[in-house]
């Protein structure tokens, strides 16, 4: 069973292995074990995201959470219209 303390420092690891197929994957998990992710879980995982140039990740976790009625924040956007600029996204930004 996942811990909410340690799921950002992995989702932060993914990011630097390149793995960001990975992301959607934990947060999906963490739902499974009744530990709902927050703001910044997604955060991070977009963040991550940025780091392998996966915006099109990004917007997919960003979707998926605001579907899920995962409170997001600011940070959260901004991680988001950053990868989209990591990716030469600007449209998708918008």
Sequence with gaps: VPDHHLV???LSKL?????PAQFANLLVCLRHHNLEPNAYHVSAAIT????CCEWGTALYTLVEME???VELNTITYNAAVSACEKGDQWDQAL
Excluded: D, E, V, Y
């Excluded at 991550?48 to 780091?51: L, P, Y």
């Design 48 to 51: 991550s995201c940025r780091k």
């Design 8 to 10: 950002i420092p992995l």
């Design 15 to 19: 990011g630097t292995l390149q793995r």
């Design 67 to 69: 579907s899920a009625n």
